[in-house]
Antibody, heavy 118, light 111 residues
Framework: QVQLVESGGGVVQPGASLRLSCAAS????????LHWVRQAPGRGLEWVFG????????YYAGSVKGRFTISRDKSKNTVFLHMNSLSSEDTAVYYC???????????WGRGALVTVSS | QSALTQPPSASGSPGQPVTIPCTGT?????????VSWYQQHPDNAPKLLIF???KRPSGVPDRFSGSKSGNTASLTISGLQTEDEADYYC???????????FGGGTKLTVL
């Protein structure tokens, strides 16, 4: 069955970098768009980044422009979110989610907690 | 990135219907009928309930329905059940610069 598993979360200091992984199983990433959505403690959902099925088109929120990037390893069926210059405002649970078309996110991972604190 | 507007809370009794509105501007919804709704229980990942305004993924009960009129989308739950108590989020697609816009979320309480 379709499964997404995030990893790489943790506690980092302001200004640090971190890489999150999203390992997919039960489907091939080359056939679906993949997105990252975050949720700060006690807050709502915020879409952060996305990559199209062909890996050519990249989409991102203004709040992470120039700091976050996304990449994909087709051989591992895994997508990575590279986060730089982290601040306390980036503290959140980060979910990866598979797009069902029309920007709807049908399958979600359980999330990875990123805490930025000195 | 603008957020769609949802009421922070809603409530209803078991068996009763409840509707949660989601309001945006014409640019928030763009030229697409790409409105989705998600349900999130505490400490769980969101679950897709509705996509493309009024379509349900396999396995979602038909008491969940979606609609859109002008710049307001709505999620209606007919016949509330206790397990429907959760947070609900709407989202839209407004082009490549705002690929997914979420509403602020509505906390639904089943009385």
């Amino acid at each position: 069955q379709v499964q997404l598993v995030e990893s790489g979360g943790g506690v980092v200091q302001p200004g640090a970098s971190l890489r999150l992984s999203c390992a997919a199983s039960g489907f091939t990433l080359s056939n679906f768009g993949l997105h990252w959505v975050r949720q700060a403690p006690g807050r709502g959902l915020e879409w952060v980044f996305g990559i199209s099925s062909d890996g050519i088109n990249i989409y991102y929120a203004g709040s992470v422009k120039g700091r976050f990037t996304i990449s994909r390893d087709k051989s591992k069926n895994t997508v990575f979110l590279h986060m730089n210059s982290l601040s306390s405002e980036d503290t959140a649970v980060y979910y990866c989610a598979r797009e069902n078309g029309g920007a709807s996110l049908e399958y979600w991972g359980r999330g990875a907690l990123v805490t930025v604190s000195s | 990135q603008s957020a769609l507007t949802q009421p922070p809370s809603a409530s209803g009794s078991p068996g009763q219907p409840v509707t949660i509105p989601c309001t945006g501007t014409s640019s928030d919804f763009g030229a697409y009928d790409y409105v989705s709704w998600y349900q999130q229980h505490p400490d769980n990942a969101p679950k897709l309930l509705i996509f493309e305004v009024n379509k349900r993924p396999s396995g979602v009960p038909d008491r969940f329905s979606g609609s859109k009129s002008g710049n307001t989308a709505s999620l209606t739950i007919s016949g509330l059940q206790t397990e429907d108590e959760a947070d609900y989020y709407c989202s839209s697609h407004a082009g490549i610069n705002n690929f997914v816009i979420f509403g602020g979320g509505t906390k639904l309480t089943v009385l």
